[in-house]
C-alpha cells in the first residue's frame, strides 16, 4: 500500500546512512544521525504551531519571523523524515504521525522545563539530608532560626538511610552525619557534639539505672547499623563486647529493642527525635561523645552552607 500523503517522507528527507523506519510505519528510510539532532527549538516550533493555530501567530508568540517558523518546521520534518503537519488555506493541523510526535514534544519540554526549574531553585532552598536522627531537640530551632534569619532560602530537611544521608545521591545538598566521609568528593565541619546513650526496654533491669558503662552491656545482644550507625563493637572492652545483630531501619531497631531481646547505642538525638513507648534511653557514662558534622560536596558547595554551619555550631554551643 502507498503512503497517504499526509504521512509521506518531506521533500529533502535524506536516506543516506543509518537509517530506521519513519513513525508513521510507511517505511520511509530516516537519518539517523539527524534524528539525533532534533533541537528544542524545533519541538517548540511545533507546538506553537499546533497551538496557535496558524504559522502567522506562532511567529508571533515565539518571537520570530513566519518565513523562521516554515523553515524550523520544515528541518524537522527533513530530520524526522515524515510530515507533521498537514497544511490547507484554511487550517493547519497535525498528521496522525505529527500528533504522536506532538505528544512526546510536549513531554520532552516539559521535562526540560522541570530541569531548568531545578537547577534554578536549587539555591533557592536548602536541602539538608539525615540518616537516623536530623538534629535532635536542635531540630526545631534549627528551623525557626533559619527561617527568620534567612527567608530568601527555604529549609528542607530530608531523611535518606545512607552513609552519605543522601548527599551522594544527589537528595540534598548537604547532610548531617555522625562519623567521618571518606570519600574524598565531600568536606565536613564539625558543628556539635553528642551524648552517646544506650537504648533499653523500659523493664530491662539496666533501665532503673540513672546511667550504664560499656561493660554492663556486655552480654548482650547489641542491634547495630553498620551503614549508617556510630556503633562498633570496637568501643567495647576487649573482654566485653556484646554479640551484635544487624538493622537499616530506626522503627525496626526500636521496635526489636522494646521485646527486651536487645540493646542499642545511639546519638543523643535519637532519643528527642524517636521517643517511644516501651523504650527508654539512659547516658553511657564511660563513651567517647559522638561528633556531628554538617557535609557538603567539595567541588559545589552550596551558597548557604557556610550560614548553616554557623547557626547550627551555635545552636549546640548553646546546649553545651
Known sequence: MDPSPE???????????ASVEDASGTGAPVDHASVMNVEL???????????????TDAAIALGV????????LASLERALGVRLLRRTSREVAPTATGLRVLAHARRVLGEVADLVQEAMSGRASLRIGYAWSALGRHTLAFQRD??????????RLVRVNSVT??????????????RPLDDRRFDSAIVGLERRLCALAADD?????????LADLGGRVLLIDRRTGTTTTELFPPDSRPATRETH??????????????????????AHQYPRPG???RPVRDAEPIAVRLAWWRDDPHPAAPAAIELLTELYRRAA
Open 7 to 17: 504521512d509521506a517522507p518531506p521533500e529533502g528527507a535524506s536516506g543516506k546512512g
Open 165 to 178: 544521608a543522601g548527599l551522594a545521591e544527589g537528595a540534598c545538598d548537604a547532610a548531617v552525619v555522625r
Open 146 to 155: 533559619w527561617a527568620r534569619a534567612h527567608p530568601e532560602t527555604e529549609l
Open 279 to 281: 523504650v527508654v534511653y
Open 249 to 270: 531501619d530506626v522503627d525496626e531497631w526500636l521496635t526489636a529493642i522494646s521485646t527486651g531481646r536487645c540493646v542499642g547505642m545511639t546519638a543523643e538525638s535519637t
Open 41 to 55: 527549538r524545533q519541538l517548540r516550533c511545533l507546538v506553537a504551531i499546533v497551538d496557535e493555530g496558524t504559522f
Open 65 to 72: 519571523s513566519q518565513a523562521a517558523v516554515s523553515r524550523t
Open 205 to 213: 533491669p539496666l533501665a532503673g539505672r540513672r546511667s550504664v558503662r
